[in-house]
């Protein structure tokens, strides 16, 4: 297989927004090293249509916004999750994902976080132009992060992650190398009890400016990309129906911090290779700057690079969880538009999560996307060994 076949190949493998709508204007999406980070791991954040910056704090916070493990009801918490991911084009991806955290001291103040994502993308068998096997190989993607969060006040906590990505496109293929980077991530919730009408209410709002790092380079940094440095801010409202029901109603946006790719379209060859080696030369820093302003369309584009999704928790008991939402991404910057359903069940020691993805999109390989998670309380099975 020729290298141009081989890099195409990998490419549909990795970027998580393969099936693009026609569109009058012009399709110029934000395309970034690693996007498996940029994957919802759990099920309770993906039947809500991909919501957590703000939502009540569980077991995969850490991914979400680590600042609200201060606010955790727990002591302590671990949980796994399992994605089987692109179902519709190959049967061999998915995302696996173990987090869980630690709160500090007899003042609950203070929590230690940490989780591993591992991203596997099967295997390719690679051929030579007469068809014949060369070599099988396994691309994935990794990465481990280590948190802390501090409760400045009754109201408010701050947050800071740590990580270590690796990502690995296919070992022994000529000039591909595997990358690394390092990244972290900047956190802050407010979570408080206001009172509307006769019901008290739990307010929480959430901001979360994740994967602030270095590039990842696939050719011994000769060329970088951008890590999927992503701003995520939150809102959520849990309200009491009555003693046994309650309903929570939440929102995120999402916006990459990272700089809008030139058009080249109408570029002259030597002209798109140097607007494209200025693009790939701005520093990560500098990139977070640039990208409120350096859309060549304008507001107009800048609003469009903005994801949103809104959704729905209804708990019976603080026992038996139902969820609904929907994520919307616009159609020239990836077309990622979907409804998701999810349901939990929740026991003193453990609670079991699975969630569906719907596409509202033609041809959308992410359709029928399920999440499963399995999460432990500490202190439930503290109290099932009493």
Not at 197 to 220: F, M, R, W
Not at 240 to 265: F, G, L, R, S
């Amino acid at each position: 297989m020729s290298k141009i076949k081989i890099l195409t190949t990998l490419f549909l493998f990795v970027c998580t927004t393969l099936i693009v709508q026609a569109q009058h204007t012009v399709f110029n999406p934000i395309i970034v090293g690693v996007p498996s980070l940029t994957i919802a791991p759990d099920a309770r954040g993906g039947g809500m249509g991909d919501i957590g910056a703000a939502t009540e704090p569980d077991i995969y916070s850490q991914y979400w916004n680590p600042a609200k493990y201060a606010f955790g009801y727990s002591k302590a918490g671990i949980g796994f999750s399992y994605t089987p991911w692109l179902r519709q084009l190959v049967n061999d991806i998915y995302l696996t994902y173990l987090s869980g955290y630690y709160k500090l001291g007899d003042t609950d103040r203070q929590a230690i976080a940490a989780s591993v994502r591992y991203f596997s993308l099967g295997q390719i068998v690679m051929t030579d132009n007469g068809g014949h096997t060369i070599q099988t190989v396994s691309p994935y993607e990794t990465a481990l992060d280590f948190g802390y969060s501090l409760k400045t006040s009754e109201t408010f906590a701050i947050g800071a992650t740590l990580r270590f990505i690796y990502s690995d496109l296919g070992s022994g293929i000529e000039e591909l190398n595997p990358g690394s980077a390092w990244a972290v991530d900047l956190a802050g919730y407010y979570h408080n009890y206001v009172m509307l009408g006769n019901n008290e209410c739990l307010l929480g709002l959430g901001i979360n400016a994740s994967n602030i790092g270095s590039k990842v380079s696939y050719d011994q940094g000769n060329t970088s990309n951008f890590l999927p440095t992503n701003l995520k801010i939150g809102g959520s409202l849990l309200f009491p129906m009555d003693e046994y029901n309650k309903m929570a109603i939440n929102a995120d946006a999402n916006k990459y911090m990272v700089p809008t790719p030139p058009i080249t379209d109408n570029m002259t060859a030597d002209e798109r290779q140097q607007a494209l080696k200025d693009y790939y030369a701005v520093s990560p820093i500098t990139g977070i700057f640039k990208s409120f302003t350096d859309a060549p369309g304008g507001i107009g584009q800048k609003m469009k690079e903005i994801n949103w999704s809104l959704g729905a928790e209804y708990s019976y008991r603080d026992q038996f969880f139902v969820r609904g939402g929907y994520f919307h991404e616009d159609p020239n910057q990836g077309n990622r538009q979907y409804f998701s359903v999810g349901a939990g069940f929740k026991l003193t020691a453990f609670q079991l999560d699975v969630a569906y993805l719907i596409s509202t999109v033609p041809s959308n390989p992410l359709d029928q996307t399920l999440r499963f998670s399995l999460s432990f309380d500490m202190d439930g099975l503290r109290n099932l060994m009493k």
